[in-house]
């Protein structure tokens, strides 16, 4: 049975022509299923009877399942998704005066263990399906009640949840696709975001295959500091990812990238990484996003004091780089960003101690 959350607009087109049917049923069951929420071949009421009944036969329309449903005291709001085999994942709505965020995860887990992220200290388990990544959109529609064509709750969406987006390339551009889809759910590239610690060749494959808006984890302006905090900028370092950031911008929605930069006490907050900031970025249009850091158990990091954030932002902002400091929405229901943890049975890190532990066995 093939499960149509999996299949973006063209992936469903070829499919319906293996079925005989024409291109135009497609985009009539496109429709149903993201525009107006339909599981229900039968409530497809402008699809002939004949192709209802073939559907109900070959396909269904099956996306993951909410386990849980939290509202946060500020009108965040966080769903547990089941995955299967043990494993959840979380995706938050995050309302505002002007818009309706929702951030959704791409993995069970994630295997960059970036040190101060509560969801990489969990591990990874594996990617997630396009059904998984786009049913989240079409769980929350269902939750909020937007479910009926132009009724938007959803005005944006970010891939900044669990997980790196692209290290499930192939998925998370499927999923993408379908966001941008007229006949889906219609957003506009610079409102879908892929947010990325800086895996260098994939950016530019993004660039080609579907760009959208960019957030770059950054988080230090030196590789030293990276290093620690980002492993991944060991493969892919700070001079790599800003030539790949300047490239994708030929072919971006906007005119600039955001750097995230999550505040640590005495870790990267003092004027001096300002500085050392404004050295790196000044061949790179872009925008900062200061994020207070989001405690964890176990985490040895605290957030910097909002008077050190406020004077490293003075010091971007007098250097004219635009610079926002995120406002913490969520972080009494653990929606916060950093906190996203879900529940992930970890391959990787089993794989890794039973290797300990066979080779301590095999010792002479």
């Known amino acids: 049975?093939?499960?149509?959350?999996?299949?973006?607009?063209?992936?469903?087109?070829?499919?319906?022509?293996?079925?005989?049917?024409?291109?135009?049923?497609a985009r009539q069951v496109l429709r149903w299923i993201h525009r107006s929420g339909v599981a229900d071949f039968d409530a497809m009421t402008d699809i002939a009877k004949s192709l209802r009944e073939k559907l109900k036969v070959k396909a269904v329309v099956r996306p993951p399942?909410?386990?849980?449903?939290?509202?946060?005291?500020?009108?965040?709001?966080?769903?547990?998704?089941?995955?299967?085999?043990?494993?959840?994942?979380?995706?938050?709505?995050?309302?505002?005066?002007?818009?309706?965020?929702l951030c959704v995860s791409t993995q069970a887990g994630c295997a960059l263990d970036c040190a101060f992220c509560s969801t990489g200290k969990q591990g990874f388990n594996r990617n997630l399906t396009v059904a998984e990544i786009i049913g989240q959109v079409w769980q929350a529609n269902k939750a909020l009640g937007a479910v009926h064509g132009d009724e938007r709750l959803i005005s944006n969406v970010v891939l900044m949840g669990m997980g790196e987006p692209l290290a499930n390339f192939e998925n998370s551009v499927a999923a993408l696709k379908l966001?941008?889809?007229?006949?889906?759910?219609?957003?506009?590239?610079?409102?879908?975001?892929?947010?990325?610690?800086?895996?260098?060749p994939v950016m530019d494959r993004l660039r080609e295959e579907c760009p959208v808006a960019l957030a770059v984890s950054l988080h230090?302006?030196?590789?030293?500091?990276?290093?620690?905090?980002?492993?991944?900028?060991?493969?892919?370092?700070?001079?790599?990812?800003?030539?790949?950031?300047?490239?994708?911008?030929?072919?971006?929605?906007r005119d600039f990238i955001t750097f995230e930069y999550v505040m640590l006490d005495g870790i990267n907050d003092s004027d001096a990484h300002a500085r050392e900031?404004?050295?790196?970025?000044?061949?790179?249009?872009?925008?900062?996003?200061?994020?207070?850091?989001?405690p964890f158990p176990g985490s040895p990091f605290k957030r910097s004091p909002a008077e050190r954030v406020r004077r490293f932002a003075d010091i971007l902002m007098q250097a004219g780089i635009v610079t926002t400091t995120r406002k913490t929405r969520g972080d009494d229901i653990?929606?916060?960003?950093?906190?996203?943890?879900?529940?992930?049975?970890?391959?990787?890190?089993?794989?890794?101690?039973?290797?300990?532990?066979?080779?301590?066995?095999?010792?002479?």
């Open 179 to 200: 966001m941008l889809d007229d006949n889906a759910y219609g957003l506009s590239r610079r409102r879908v975001t892929v947010s990325t610690s800086g895996l260098v």
């Open 277 to 294: 900031l404004l050295a790196l970025v000044r061949t790179v249009p872009c925008k900062f996003n200061l994020i207070p850091f989001n």
């Open 334 to 364: 653990d929606a916060a960003c950093g906190q996203l943890a879900g529940q992930v049975l970890d391959r990787t890190r089993r794989t890794a101690a039973k290797t300990i532990i066979l080779k301590e066995e095999t010792r002479p």
């Open 1 to 25: 049975m093939q499960n149509l959350l999996d299949l973006d607009g063209d992936s469903l087109t070829s499919w319906f022509a293996a079925q005989g049917e024409k291109p135009f049923r």
């Open 65 to 101: 399942t909410v386990v849980s449903d939290k509202l946060s005291d500020d009108g965040t709001r966080k769903f547990l998704i089941d995955v299967g085999n043990g494993n959840a994942v979380e995706t938050v709505f995050i309302p505002e005066e002007d818009r309706g965020t």
């Open 220 to 253: 230090a302006p030196n590789d030293r500091l990276r290093d620690e905090l980002v492993p991944i900028n060991q493969k892919y370092p700070l001079a790599e990812l800003m030539a790949a950031c300047r490239r994708y911008l030929e072919k971006a929605p």
